[in-house]
């Protein structure tokens, strides 16, 4: 694994509660990334950071917030969980971004009931 | 219509068969095409890379970029049980851009 730690890795919470996962890496990468993976979807980009305090949604951004205060750690929040959200949770890393490999996390499994 | 098409199968081989995954994509600013292999509650990692057209090959691994008819292939030879897997074609457009995924192939190889 390329230094990447998810926490926590498995979280059952109740709908309208918010919920914080974390990403810890040990890179040094510029990149940082959320996807969800759900049957039927793929994996698709929530946020991304392109740097410390920077930045940009994703194509499922709606009902997610992140921050980015350090280069190591990226948290993603759900403001106010639904059953929707249920899913799988990844984070990764880059370099520079899509010309270079993503890492990727062991991701963290969301039930919301 | 997504920007990258995959088929989900899942596709069931016998052991040493060869295996075709491929993926379409509209988005011509695609510079970038990879292949990720994810195991069951795993996170997917890099299997193979390439910029551009053409091919490139890995030990049993092969992949194909033909940007002219917007259809990129992975290839295995001599495929093994251990080669069981969902494989995730991804696509994007250079630096600082963002990476899209297909849906993934799941795969088995049998005995």
């Known amino acids: 694994d390329a230094g990447i730690t998810q926490s926590p890795r498995h979280k059952v919470t109740e709908t309208g509660t918010p919920v914080t996962l974390r990403c810890h890496q040990t890179?040094?990468?510029?990149?940082m990334y959320w996807y969800r993976q759900d049957p039927g979807h793929g994996l698709r980009l929530i946020h991304y950071?392109?740097?410390?305090?920077?930045?940009d949604k994703g194509e499922v951004s709606d009902g997610y917030s992140v921050s980015r205060s350090k280069t190591e750690d990226f948290l993603l929040t759900l403001e106010s969980a639904t059953s929707s959200q249920t899913s799988v949770y990844f984070c990764?890393?880059?370099?520079?971004?899509?010309?270079?490999?993503?890492?990727f996390g062991q991701g963290t499994r969301l039930t919301v009931v | 219509q997504k920007e990258v098409e995959q088929d989900p199968g899942p596709l069931s081989v016998p052991e040493g068969a060869i295996v075709s995954l491929n993926c379409t994509y509209s988005?011509?600013?695609?510079?970038?095409f990879m292949w990720y292999r994810q195991y069951s509650r795993k996170g997917p990692e890099l299997l193979m890379y390439?910029?551009?057209?053409g091919n490139k090959e890995d030990g049993r691994f092969t992949a194909q970029v033909d940007k002219s008819s917007k259809y990129i292939s992975l290839f295995i030879r001599d495929s093994q049980p251990s080669d069981s897997a969902t494989y995730l074609c991804?696509?994007?457009?250079?630096?600082?851009?963002?990476?899209?995924f297909g849906t993934g192939t799941r795969l088995q190889v049998t005995l």
């Open positions: 990764a890393t880059s370099t520079t971004g899509t010309d270079t490999e993503a890492f």
């Open positions: 950071s392109y740097g410390v305090k920077d930045t």
């Open positions: 991804a696509m994007g457009a250079g630096t600082a851009s963002k990476l899209t």
């Open positions: 988005n011509s600013a695609f510079q970038y």
């Open positions: 890179e040094n990468h510029r990149y």
């Open positions: 390439t910029y551009s057209s």
